[in-house]
């Protein structure tokens, strides 16, 4: 087991006076067999009023909401998980999947049908050609051994940036550039993914990387893919390699720009600026 610490504050600097709307917050992360909470705490200035529930994809969603006017707004998460997901290749695949390719059995597809949307002909078509990079038709391959062939390809074709702006590129655009954020990547693979025929959906959360746990950091992006007899399994095509116990997720979803952190609005003629620090360490 590894215990981590997880300190996430996030400031909005208004030019003047503004009147804060509803604010929806993704902070707390996702507990199952192998992450639990240890402690939680969320503060912000101004204070707000917290209200609980998960969503559809079965993430903790904070709605918060303020009252009077403000110049900043602060909103800080501190927390302590427990990780247990040490081994992350200790799962069996069912047999009928273990190679590549295969269907999905009728009960899942009809529950998995939303993961596997495929993108624009153009978009499948350029994909499709980054896939025959990687795989032949005719080639005898694991499905585990295709998936992390594709994170790995990813991760030693495309260059690495930080980018600030909001929002993720189209699989169209990191192709063009040659370049992306964990986020555009994540999206990438998510997208290749479905081209291969199987459901793959996008993760939001915090990896901790132990050359830079004493910087400041920011949030991380990957993707998982759902293996019968496996569940939904981590690739972080941003680092070519599998999620293990350093990958924290905090929230999934089948849409890649639907789970930022943080996401709200104000009212006001105000210009804004945006701040954002993450500290993940061992504990």
């Not at 208004?14 to 509803?22: A, K, M, Q």
């Not at 594709?150 to 702006?165: D, N």
Request: proline letters at 5%; glycine letters at 6%.
């Amino acid at each position: 087991m590894k215990r981590y610490k997880i300190i996430h504050r996030t400031y909005y600097n208004y030019s003047s006076n503004v009147t804060l709307g509803e604010h929806r917050l993704l902070l707390r992360p996702r507990e199952d067999h192998e992450l639990r909470i240890e402690s939680f705490i969320l503060n912000s200035t101004p204070k707000a009023k917290i209200l609980w529930h998960r969503d559809v994809e079965g993430n903790s969603v904070a709605i918060a909401t303020f009252s009077g006017q403000t110049q900043q707004l602060l909103i800080e998460s501190e927390l302590i998980i427990q990780q247990y997901n040490e081994s992350p290749l200790n799962f069996i695949v069912d047999s009928y999947a273990i190679s590549f390719p295969f269907q999905y059995t009728n009960n899942d597809y009809f529950t998995l049908s939303p993961y596997m949307v495929l993108p624009d002909q153009h978009t499948r078509e350029l994909l499709n050609n980054m896939i025959f990079n990687i795989y032949k038709t005719n080639e005898q391959i694991e499905t585990y051994t295709l998936l992390q062939r594709l994170s790995s390809y990813i991760y030693r074709t495309f260059t690495y940036t930080i980018r600030e702006e909001p929002g993720v590129q189209t699989p169209q655009q990191t192709l063009s550039l040659g370049s992306g954020s964990c986020r555009d990547f994540a999206l990438l693979f998510m997208e290749t993914v479905k081209c291969l025929g199987l459901a793959s959906r996008f993760v939001s959360g915090y990896l901790y990387a132990p050359l830079m746990s004493s910087l400041v950091g920011s949030t991380h992006a990957w993707a998982e893919v759902y293996l019968p007899g496996g569940g939904w399994i981590g690739f972080d095509p941003t680092i070519g390699d599998i999620a293990g116990a350093d990958h924290i997720p905090v929230a999934v979803s089948r849409l890649a720009d639907s789970v930022p952190p943080i996401s709200g609005s104000f009212t006001g003629r105000a210009n804004s600026s945006l701040d954002v620090g993450v500290w993940v360490t061992l504990t």
